[in-house]
């Protein structure tokens, strides 16, 4: 027979054993517990973001200025301190200098070239046949394309005919309508712009003028000394970066701009002031605007020079002219504080296009800058910001970028 004390072990044994068993049930039942909150707060996060480029979309007439005030605020705010504390302006009459300066050399350029441009599309229609005689070496192969669009267009018909006893009707249109309804266009869509061209100026003279005080008084309700830290240097370094990005491309624009201008006046081409503007303007969208210039400086020479070969002259200096620019200059000035991954920056620039057309492509690369600037100062969110690009640091325990700088984008 057992004794006492053997079966005290026993006892104890078993409920030693019993302990483990609840206590792995319950670790199991911890990890099933902590996998569903990652789950659902993954779900919440998705659709979060969803919701915000919902609303961003859909209040596009709203948020786009202030956004477009707040790039232009990055911008000027260097001129807007040197205005205020070097010279001694007040802060509104510095505002309103900046914004009438802005708005003079927006104003100023469009006047003239406005007058250009309309010559150009005037001349249009009259210069197809010209234009059909020197792309006539196309008519092959685009016939060829033409005729296999058809046979798959039959081929579509028959699947989709309608059956016996469906009537189809076709509705005519008059030309009157249709003039009545694009001339109403025009009108809703000048008065939208004007609108928006407002709301931007006159929320970028508050930015402009009391900037500074909202940011301290945003870093003033931060819970925490680490906070109000991480706050004000989340703000300097995007008005640093974001700002010597801008002044930096726009500087380069210029250059380009001027070049494509000393290009056009010394092949001939009419109205050179145009077309150099054209390639400062092209020049802030990344990677799609240079591709595009390629092409209007291609039909801009079938339009003046006699040849499609010689039409082939200034697109290719042009071409010459970007890719000194782009490959060379400015990744040599911003090396040190702008390197973005390539991919991003053309997954950017689409998404803002489809989101809210040209302006968001102009604002594609100062957004995804900023992104990436904060992912760099939540710890949670590093991740995100070495994926999206950085400068090619050496560091301890981290694999340095393979990427080479030439593949950075403006």
């Given at each position: 027979?057992?004794?006492i ?18 206590d ?30 919902y609303?961003l ?20 705010s ?12 007040p ?76 009537r ?40 402009l ?28 370094e995007?008005e ?19 070049l494509?201008?000393?290009?056009c ?19 802030y969208?990344p ?9 209007v ?14 039409a ?34 053309m ?10 057309g040209?302006?968001?492509a ?34 301890k325990?981290?694999i340095?970028s ?7 984008v403006?």
């Amino acid at each position: 027979m057992a004794t006492i004390g053997q079966v005290a072990e026993r006892v104890d044994d078993t409920e030693l054993e019993t302990r483990e068993l609840v206590d792995a049930r319950g670790a199991v039942q911890d990890a099933k517990r902590s996998r569903n909150l990652n789950t659902l707060s993954v779900c919440l996060l998705v659709l979060t973001i969803l919701a915000v480029f919902y609303t961003l979309y859909f209040t596009s007439d709203i948020v786009l200025p202030f956004v477009l005030a707040g790039v232009l605020n990055l911008l000027l705010s260097g001129p807007m301190r040197f205005l205020h504390l070097r010279l001694h302006i007040p802060k509104p009459l510095a505002a309103l200098m900046l914004i009438i300066a802005l708005f003079g050399v927006v104003g100023g350029i469009g006047a003239a070239i406005s007058v250009p441009a309309s010559g150009w599309i005037s001349k249009a229609p009259q210069s197809l046949p010209a234009l059909q005689q020197k792309l006539s070496f196309l008519n092959k192969p685009i016939h060829a394309v033409e005729d296999g669009m058809k046979k798959l267009q039959s081929l579509m018909d028959q699947t989709s005919a309608p059956g016996p006893g469906i009537r189809t009707v076709a509705v005519q249109q008059s030309n009157n309508s249709g003039l009545t309804s694009v001339g109403s266009t025009i009108l809703v869509g000048t008065r939208a712009f004007l609108g928006q061209l407002f709301s931007m100026l006159l929320m970028l003279f508050f930015l402009l003028y009391e900037g500074d005080s909202l940011l301290r008084r945003f870093v003033e309700i931060m819970p925490t000394w680490a906070d109000k830290r991480r706050a004000v240097q989340i703000a300097s370094e995007i008005e640093r970066n974001v700002s010597l990005y801008l002044a930096t491309i726009t500087v380069m624009n210029l250059l380009v701009g001027a070049l494509n201008f000393l290009q056009c006046w010394l092949l001939g081409v009419p109205n050179p002031l145009l077309w150099g503007v054209v390639a400062f303007l092209l020049n802030y969208i990344p990677i799609i605007g240079p591709f595009t210039g390629i092409v209007v400086y291609f039909f801009v020479g079938l339009f003046v020079f006699p040849s499609a070969l010689h039409a082939l002259v200034p697109p290719a200096i042009y071409f010459g002219i970007h890719l000194m620019e782009g490959e060379t200059i400015t990744p040599l000035l911003l090396a040190k504080r702008f390197t973005l991954n390539p991919v991003l920056v053309m997954a950017s620039l689409l998404f803002w296009d489809w989101l809210w057309g040209i302006p968001g492509a102009f604002l594609s690369v100062p957004l995804l800058a900023v992104f990436k600037i904060v992912c760099d100062h939540v710890e949670s969110l590093t991740m995100i910001g070495h994926i999206v690009g950085g400068p090619q640091t050496k560091k301890k325990g981290r694999i340095r970028s393979a990427l080479p700088f030439s593949s950075s984008v403006k």
